[in-house]
C-alpha cells in the first residue's frame, strides 16, 4: 500500500514519531511512484562482485553490490550499508538439483505492522530495518556531535529454493550457483540476474561485443551492389537488391547498438529493443521466421530472452553471405610494410590463416620466394624481424587454395602457420604485419581467415 497523501502541519500540532514517519513513507513513496511511472522495471543491480574462490568451499560471500530492490529498496554496501553475512550453502543447496539462484532478501515493507527492531537482539529476519547507533557531528559547525540512530537494512542471502509460500521476503537475484561433478560449487559465468544498466553485466558486454564485431564484418564482407549506384542501369539484379536490403538491416541496427556499447549506461530493456528490431527486419530474409517467433523481453530472465534474440541475429546474419571466411583490412603504412588489427574475436578461435599474394615476377618465382622472403607476425615484432633477418611465421603454399576465400586465377595462396612466439604475441595484442620486401615487386597482399564450421 503507498501513501500518496502528504501531512498537514499546522500550528500548535501536537507531534509524535508518527508524524514524521508518515512524511518519510510519502517521500518515498513519492518517488517510487514516480521512477515506475517513468521507466519499465526501474530495480535492479548496479554493480556487485561475489567471492568465487569461498564458493569452492561451500560459502557465499560477497565484496560490494548496489542496486534496487523491486519494491524501491536501495542499497548499496559496503559503503553505506553493511555486507550481508557469509553463509555456508552446503546444507541449503538443493539435494536433487545441479543447481540454484543465489538471491539477495529483504524483508517487505508492512505498513501496518513492525518495520524496524531497535536493538540487535530484538531483530528478526521479519523486521526491514535494525537501529544502529551513529555518531553524527552538526552540519552547521561540524562540532557538537549526538548520536544518531539509522535503520540498517537487513539483506540476507537466501536460495530460491528456500522462499516461503506465505510472506516471503522481497528478493532480488544476484548468481547462478551451479554444482560440478566432484561435489563442488562455482558460478555459473553466464547467468545475468536483472541489471538497470547493461554496463553492470560482464556477460551482456561481451555477448554485445561480440555481435558488434560479427556485424562490422557483414559490412565488409558483403558486397555493394553496383548496379544500384549506377544512373546508367536498366534495371538492378535480384542480387543486388537483396544486397541493399541485408546491408541497409546491418547498417541501421550496428549504429545504435555501438552507441549502447559506448555508453553501457543503457537499460537493458533499450538494447533488447534495438536488438529486437534488427531481429525483426533480418525475418526479411528468412524463410520460415517471423516477429511473433521472437521472445518477449523479461527483465527477470535476461539471460534467456537475450541469448535467444542473439542466436537469431546472428544465425540469419548467415542466410545472405555465409561469413566463415573473414578477411583481415591490411593498411600499407610504409614500404614493403603492411598492418592490421584483429576487430573480430572469432579470428583467434579455431580457424585457417590465409595469406594471398600477387607480383608480376611469375608465378614460379612467386611460389619460391614468398616463404623464403615474405614474413609475418605480430605489429611490434615485424621490424625486429626484419633487421636481424630471422623468420615469422611459417608459410605453406597452398595449390588448392580452401574455396571459401573465392581464390582468383592470378593470386597464389600460403597458409600461415599459427605456432610460436610470432603467433602468441600477435593474439595478444590482436595486431598483425606483413613485410614484403623489394625483391617481390609492386606485390598485392591479402588474409583471410577460415572459421572452423
Partial sequence: MKTLSRVVWSEGMHLGPHHFQAQSRYFEDAVRFAAESLWFAPYGLLGWELDADALVNGTVSISYARGVFPDGLPFHM???????????????????????????????????????????????????????????????????????????KNIRFLLDSELPAEDPPVTLPLARIVRDGAGGFSFDPEFTPPVLQIGASKAIMARLRRLIEILEEKCRSVARPRDLGNPSASGFSAQGIANAWFLHCVNQGLAPLRHQCFTKNGHPEELYSELARLAGALCTFGLDSHPEKLPLYKHDDLTECLAELDHHIRAHLELIVPSNCIEIPLEKTARYFWHGKLADQRVLNRSRWILEIYSKIGEATLIESTPRLAKVCSR???PRLVERALPGLKLSHLPIPPPAVSPKVEMQYFAIDKAGPCWEHLAQTREMGVYVPGEIPDPEVRVFVVLDS
Fill in 78 to 152: 559496503p559503503e553505506f550499508d553493511a555486507l550481508p553475512a557469509p553463509r555456508d550453502i552446503r546444507d541449503a543447496f538443493p539435494a536433487l538439483s545441479d543447481r540454484a539462484t543465489l538471491l539477495l532478501a529483504a524483508p517487505p515493507e508492512r505498513p501496518d505492522g513492525r518495520n524496524c527492531a531497535l536493538e540487535d537482539e530484538e531483530a528478526d529476519r521479519s523486521v526491514r530495518f535494525i537501529a544502529s547507533t551513529v555518531v553524527m557531528p552538526d552540519e552547521n559547525t561540524g562540532r557538537d556531535e549526538k548520536p544518531v540512530r539509522l535503520g540498517r
Fill in 380 to 382: 611490434e615484432f615485424l
